[in-house]
C-alpha cells in the first residue's frame, strides 16, 4: 500500500480526498502547513507528497525542497494556473502539477503515473520499516537505502520465512549461488550485521532479525 502526504490547508480538500485515495487503496496522512510537513517527513517514509503551493503556515515549494532531500516525489495542487507558476513547479522539482478544481480520477491517474516513473512497487512493512522489493530498498524514518545483491537475498529468504527459525546452514545454503566460494559462516555474520544496520533502529539490540542462540536467527 503507497503512503501519500497530503499537504493542504482547505479542510474540505482534505476531507474528499482522504476518502476518496482511501477508497482507492492508498494510505493518507494529511497535515496543513509546511513546518507540520516537515516533521512528518523526518519521522516516517512517504511514497509521495501531494502538495497546495499556497499554505496558511509555509508554502509548498518549501516542502518540497524537504521531500527532494529524502527522494520522494511530488505532485503540486495548484489554483495558479498561469504560466510563471506552473513552470517554477517544474524549475523547483515537482513531478507533476494538477489545476484546481480538478476531478479525482484525474489526480489518481497523475499519481499512478508518477509512481510508475519513479519505480515504485509494491512496499511491504516491518515494523517501522518499508520494504520495497521491486527497487531493493529500505526506507526508514524517512532515509532510504539501497540493498546488495547478498542483503536482498537473505532479506527475501526472512521474508518467505517469516516468524520461522532459520539455521545459519539454510542461510548460508542460500545466498550460496550468488557469493559462490566467498561464502562462509564468517561472511553470514558480516551480511547479517549489514542488513540489521539498514533495519533496526537499534541494531545491536535488534527487534526485527533476532537471534535464537545455539540455533540461527528469525524475523519478528
Known amino acids: 500500500m503507497d503512503k501519500i502526504l497530503l499537504v493542504e490547508d482547505d479542510g474540505a480538500i482534505v476531507s474528499s480526498l482522504t476518502e476518496y485515495l482511501t477508497e482507492k487503496d492508498f494510505l493518507v496522512v494529511a497535515v496543513g502547513g509546511e513546518r507540520e510537513a516537515r516533521l512528518r517527513l523526518k519521522e516516517e517514509p512517504f511514497d509521495l507528497l501531494l502538495i497546495d503551493i499556497s499554505l496558511q503556515n ?17 505532485i503540486f495542487l495548484t489554483a495558479q494556473d498561469e504560466e510563471e507558476t506552473l513552470v517554477r513547479t517544474f524549475e523547483e522539482g515537482a513531478n507533476d502539477y494538477i489545476v484546481k478544481p480538478f476531478r479525482p480520477r484525474e489526480l489518481l491517474a497523475r499519481i499512478q503515473n508518477v509512481l510508475r516513473r519513479e519505480g515504485r512497487g509494491e512496499t511491504l512493512q516491518i515494523q517501522d520499516v518499508l520494504v520495497n522489493l521491486d527497487r531493493g530498498t529500505i526506507t526508514r524514518q524517512g532515509k532510504e537505502e539501497e540493498l546488495s545483491a547478498l542483503e536482498y537475498r537473505l532479506l527475501e529468504t526472512f521474508l518467505a520465512n517469516r516468524g520461522q527459525v ?3 546452514s ?4 542460500d545466498i550460496w549461488d550468488l557469493a559462490g566460494d566467498f561464502v562462509n559462516d564468517n561472511t553470514l555474520s558480516v551480511y547479517i550485521k549489514r542488513l540489521r544496520e539498514k533495519l533496526e533502529e537499534d541494531p545491536k539490540n535488534p527487534k526485527i532479525i533476532t537471534t535464537v542462540r545455539g540455533i540461527g536467527y528469525r524475523m519478528d
Open 166 to 168: 532459520l539455521r545459519r
Open 170 to 173: 539454510q542461510l548460508l545454503e
Open 58 to 74: 509555509g508554502t509548498g515549494f518549501g516542502v518540497l525542497e524537504a521531500a527532494k532531500t529524502m527522494g520522494v516525489p511530488g
